[in-house]
């Protein structure tokens, strides 16, 4: 089946679905990826035109809402992404979180996981007593997935530093072969779960650290609050936020003071 087009009512009544159900804002500008993201699942439900996929939606909203999600909320994401976070990260671990309570850190839109594992191998080398974990969540079921696995392509091991791609994944061999895993020690220190951050937060514990980078870009002004008021409670007093270096949460909340060195790393007061 050929690409089809969708029209402007269409659009807008896809665009109102994924607004309530996620906070996430789809401008006219994004017709393209809606149309383009989408087009597997009417060849999947052997439809031949947005018309019939609008109605089928509406009709079984709960059956179809999350392959919808899953669709248009998948982002790039890639291991050590800004590199100053992880430099900070490391620093920080080693001047503010070197005693032997636990150090949690959540990873609040983690996608496939690559900085879910970018964490984790900072904290590792940075922690010789082992008491830490990382969280990480996303509303994607398919990334969610392919993150517990940590079996990546290997072209997506050129940002892992040498010292913690020798330590920390295995190449594939033989049928495995242009894949590496991340090692079992690793995986068993974090942790993947479904998270809505437009809705309420279930209980997952308090955080030291939460990353929630490239994200907030997707949401208007009155959904960054929505989320930051569900998150910010889970971090703890003196724990860091930290945004991609895009983003700026000047005007959304009080409860975070910006570093000076550091535009997009921020405190709470």
């Known amino acids: ?30 017709k393209y990826l809606v149309v383009h993201r989408l087009m597997k699942r009417l ?22 809402m999350q392959s919808l999600i899953d669709n248009l909320t998948t982002n790039e994401t890639f291991f050590f992404r800004e590199e100053k976070h992880f430099e900070f990260l ?16 959540w990873s609040a839109a983690c996608s496939s996981g690559e900085e879910v594992y970018s964490i984790a191998m900072v904290l590792s080398e940075c922690l010789d007593h082992g008491n830490w974990e ?14 517990r ?4 392509p290997i072209e997506r091991s050129s940002n892992i530093p040498r010292q913690y791609l020798k330590k920390y994944c295995l190449k594939g061999v033989r049928s495995k072969s242009g894949e590496f895993t991340i090692n079992n020690n690793l995986r068993k220190k974090v942790r993947f779960l479904k998270i809505n951050l437009y809705n ?8 030291d650290v939460i990353f929630l980078r490239n994200t907030l870009i997707y949401f208007d002004m009155e959904t960054k609050k929505t989320a930051l008021y569900n ?20 005007g959304i909340t009080n409860d975070l003071e910006m570093q000076k060195k550091y535009s997009s790393i921020y405190c709470k007061t």
């Open 1 to 30: 089946m050929n690409s089809v087009s969708i029209s402007q009512k269409e659009f807008n009544t896809i665009s109102a679905l994924l607004y309530k159900k996620t906070g996430i804002f789809l401008p006219n500008a994004k």
């Open 149 to 152: 696995k940590g079996i990546y």
């Open 90 to 105: 490391g620093k920080t671990i080693k001047k503010d979180f070197m005693s032997n309570s636990t150090v949690r850190i």
């Open 200 to 207: 309420e937060i279930p209980n997952i514990g308090m955080f």
């Open 43 to 64: 060849r999947a439900l052997k439809m031949d035109s947005f018309r019939q996929y609008v109605e089928y939606i509406e009709g079984n909203t709960a059956s179809e």
């Open 231 to 250: 998150v910010l409670p889970l971090l703890k007093r003196n724990g860091y936020f930290i945004v991609s270096h895009t983003e700026s949460l000047v």
């Open 134 to 147: 990382v969280f990480g969540s996303d509303i994607s079921d398919i990334v969610l997935d392919k993150a």
